[in-house]
């Protein structure tokens, strides 16, 4: 059914390249090559690209996904896979003597993302297109993006991520599709017979210009469009006459005020700083996003009405959340419709997942500062607020706490997640857990009040990329055994369990995972100059740092073995490596000394002799989605310890699961969902509940210094922090000592200890029993297909988008 043979291909490329460089292609680097492959691709792929968009079914709803990050990483591979002609350019390469998969590493990560939420962005975006939605995604197309992590001397250090130094070959610059989004100035208020007319004036405009990416659906013909903003100055008059005025320097200031804006990305997971730029940029895309989806949308339809009924709009998280006055403002002031009318298609377009109960994330806005840059977006945020209100007052009347607490605006502050919840037709959590939490904790009087909205939407990854890609050989023994159904209807990866028992599968899994260590063993070796042992169990938790994630309890499982190992207890301790990666935001002191105190313990461990043939400790810098695609497959144990209730679901726990690993976890987030389905045999739970955590937070009832008192073991620990063996500067862990002690250990690091190291020395004796062990990797594997995206998606589709 491919659309390409080899010889046309070969022929192609070779054409192309010759277009390309002016050369013939033996004489060129890879990186020429990767360009010119690239560019021949991204032809064959606009080819289906233009078909979709002819196809387009001008009743058919289509989606929207407006998000400020998305973490897509590399795209040639998996474009390949979904295109179905992978194996046929790879044959035709190696025919002209390029390895295909050498070209794949030359691309660089396109990394617009800081963690779960953006690589979620990215997996929907992929979903959606072989699901057969209509669905686009819309950002910002930032000139750096997620900074890079360099370690020195143990410290993390951040530098620019220039991905745009190279050729992006995949985007395409849509330059006649510009569209000005306005900052400052003021609003004029005139009557006409009546109606107000608001004129904005004396605005500081921006131009938007935006540029497409190509999402390739799953074999089946379909091409969604991400959409990503870049700011840039206008010259117009404005600019000029600032010139011609003289005034060099306020026309430099424009356009340095303008480029600011796309100019970076925030490296912030789960904490806001409420800086200005932020909130410029949140404005700027979703204005660009919304006023371009309605100039589309008027091509087609003449009635504004229609709106809700043809276009869904989601918002990820409240970062996207003006989209909502926003699609207010054109429907008021553009298209002169009452407030009513405005309101009914602006919450009925609109709907919102929130992905954090983290309060340090909520956003909120100064409305000083909000109403200086976005002065009508105010106004009607006012309004709305107003409205809202009114309505709580018939409700809740003579109950002031409930209605300011409950308010859009309230102590000087805009709150964002208020009004996406009172925007928008539907309000999702992204696990069932967390959900749970959403309606009787965090949101509870909302969920009261909007009952109907709330909703549960369990993540999903692609499993396109995260087994299909990233594990070609588990994912050839899969199709031998249950045949190729699974990969367009995933769930069905279930049948795989009835093979988890047969000796020459177990066989396979075993060899599989041994090649994949060896793969990154080598990977380790070349990168960090450290020998590990393929055979040692691979232990790995990457992901952000952060205190609720808890990296800092798998540190102190690690200092408690090597404590057990150096006294002669350690028999039972099968030989481990623990591999470590993420990055700290940069202003976040703590999870920056977690890093440091990864890589102290890894020193004192790899080099003491006592312990070398029994663990090894390993943080790779730069954590990146490719760089998770080499560890993930290799990985035995998946390690998802966050304080219960704190992670909304965690997804990388199911790209662990979906490539064999056993999960030692919390209750929380979606590892529930993994218990569920994998029982309770083929999962490692322990510490405290997300009700216990919660109780513990309402009563106080929590003393870190009895847990201390209590056990010897965590005694020697904490002084080993301050002990100069492992910490030559010796303030260097008193952030951490302090976190545990003086602000009584917030995420309950201590509580949990004891539980979690029993938990680790169930893993060790399971693991004695080779065959169990990967049969229980078989079962986890067989039991990931509901978390492939696929299936999410299909819930917002039906749910939610009413596509
Ligand atoms: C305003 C600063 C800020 C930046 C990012 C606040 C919050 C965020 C994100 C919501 C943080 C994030 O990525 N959350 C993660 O979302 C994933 C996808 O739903 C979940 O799997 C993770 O559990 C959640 O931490």
């Keep these: 059914m491919t659309f390409i043979n080899k010889e046309d291909f070969k022929r192609d490329f070779k054409n192309k390249y010759l277009q390309i460089h002016g050369e013939e292609y033996t004489s060129g680097t890879l990186e020429e090559k990767y360009v010119a492959l690239g560019f021949l691709v991204r032809e064959y792929i606009t080819k289906q690209w233009i078909e979709t968009k002819k196809s387009y079914d001008k009743d058919k709803k289509q989606v929207y996904y407006f998000s400020m990050e998305f973490l897509l990483g590399k795209l040639l591979s998996t474009s390949l896979i979904n295109l179905g002609i992978r194996e046929c350019l790879k044959e035709g390469l190696k025919e002209l003597n390029i390895d295909l998969e050498e070209l794949e590493e030359v691309e660089e990560d396109q990394g617009l993302g800081n963690g779960g939420l953006g690589r979620l962005a990215a997996c929907f975006l992929d979903s959606m297109a072989s699901v057969n939605i209509i669905g686009n995604g819309c950002g910002i197309r930032y000139k750096y993006g997620f900074f890079r992590q360099k370690i020195v001397d143990g ?15 995949w985007e395409i610059k849509k330059s006649n599709k510009g569209i000005i989004v306005k900052f400052g100035g003021k609003v004029k208020v005139d009557s006409d017979n009546g109606r107000l007319i608001f004129t904005h004036i004396n605005y500081e405009p921006v131009l938007a210009i935006p540029y497409d990416t190509p999402i390739v659906g799953y074999k089946n013909g379909i091409v969604n469009t991400l959409r990503l903003w870049s700011a840039e100055p206008l010259n117009n008059e404005f600019d000029y006459l600032a010139f ?27 904490y806001l700083e409420g800086r200005v730029l932020r909130l410029k940029q949140q404005y700027f895309f979703v ?97 709305l607020n107003e409205r809202f209100c009114k309505k709580l007052w018939d ?53 009261k009040f909007y009952n109907e909205k709330f909703n549960n939407k369990t993540n999903g990854i692609t499993h396109r990329r995260w087994l299909m890609k990233i594990n070609p050989s588990l994912t050839r023994v899969i199709n031998e055994s ?7 209807e995933p769930e069905r990866l279930i049948d795989f369990k009835d093979y988890v028992k047969d000796k020459d599968i177990i066989n396979s899994l075993k060899v599989i995972k041994l090649k994949n260590k060896i793969a990154l063993s080598n990977f380790i070796k070349e990168s960090m100059n450290i020998d590990i042992d393929p055979r040692s169990i691979f232990d790995t938790q990457v992901k ?8 800092l309890l798998n540190v102190f499982n690690i200092l408690d073995s090597y404590n057990r190992i150096i006294n002669g207890q350690g028999e039972d301790i099968h030989p481990r490596t623990f591999i470590f990666g993420g990055k700290a935001a940069p202003g976040y002191l703590f999870a920056k000394k977690i890093i440091k105190l990864i890589n102290s313990v890894a020193y004192v461990v790899n080099n003491d002799k006592r312990v070398s043939d029994k663990i090894k400790v390993v943080f790779l810098e730069n954590y990146r989605v490719s760089l998770g695609e080499i560890i993930i497959p290799a990985s035995e144990v998946s390690e998802q310890i966050s304080t219960a209730s704190k992670e909304a679901s965690g997804t990388s726990n199911m790209k662990f699961m979906m490539n064999g690993a056993l999960t030692i976890a919390t209750l929380d987030g979606a590892n529930i969902e993994i218990l569920d389905r994998v029982g309770k045999e083929n999962i490692i739970t322990f510490g405290l509940s997300a009700k216990e955590v919660i109780e513990y937070y309402k009563t106080g009832n929590y003393n870190s210094r009895d847990e201390i008192n209590k056990d010897n073991r965590i005694k ?88």
Excluded at 155 to 169: A, F, S, T
Excluded at 414 to 442: F, Q, R, Y
Excluded at 544 to 551: C, F, L, N, S, V
């Design 287 to 383: 204005s660009a996003g919304i006023q371009s989806i309605i100039r589309h949308f008027k091509k087609n339809n003449n009635d504004i009405k229609e709106l809700n009924n043809k276009i869904a709009i989601h918002i990820n998280d409240t970062h996207p959340s003006l989209a909502i006055p926003e699609l207010m403002r054109i429907l008021l002031d553009e298209e002169g419709l009452s407030f009513e009318e405005a309101f009914y298609i602006t919450e009925n377009t609109i709907s919102y997942t929130n992905h954090t109960i983290m309060k340090e994330a909520l956003e909120k806005w100064p409305v000083d500062m909000f109403k200086s840059i976005l002065p009508r977006i105010y106004m009607i945020i006012e309004e």
């Design 244 to 270: 011609s005025r003289g005034e060099y320097l306020k026309a430099i200031e424009y356009k340095n005020s303008v480029e600011a804006i796309s100019q970076v990305l925030y490296p912030d997971d789960n």
């Design 395 to 447: 409700k809740y009347y003579g109950e002031w706490d409930k209605i300011s607490r409950m308010a859009i605006i309230s102590n000087s502050n805009i709150h964002m997640a208020h009004l996406a919840i009172v925007g928008s037709h539907s309000v999702n959590g992204v696990a069932k857990l967390h959900t749970e939490i959403l309606k009787k904790e965090e949101m509870k009087e909302f969920h």
């Design 544 to 551: 952000r740092i952060h205190g609720y994630k808890r990296q």
């Design 482 to 488: 249950i045949g190729e159904e699974w990969i367009k």
């Design 155 to 169: 410290y993390q250090v951040e530098m620019p991520d220039h991905w745009l130094k190279g050729r992006n070959v």
């Design 716 to 803: 020697i620990i904490i002084d080993q922090l301050s002990n100069p063996k492992f910490n030559k500067d010796f303030s260097d862990f008193q952030v951490i000592y302090h976190n545990l002690i003086t602000a009584n250990d917030e995420f309950f690091v201590l509580k949990d200890f004891n539980e979690y190291i029993k938990a680790q020395d169930t893993i060790n004796s399971l693991y004695k029993d080779e065959n169990r062990w990967n049969e229980i990797s078989g079962v986890n594997i067989a039991s990931s297909g509901f978390f492939s995206s696929d299936r999410t998606i299909n819930q917002y589709k039906e749910d939610v988008w009413k596509v």
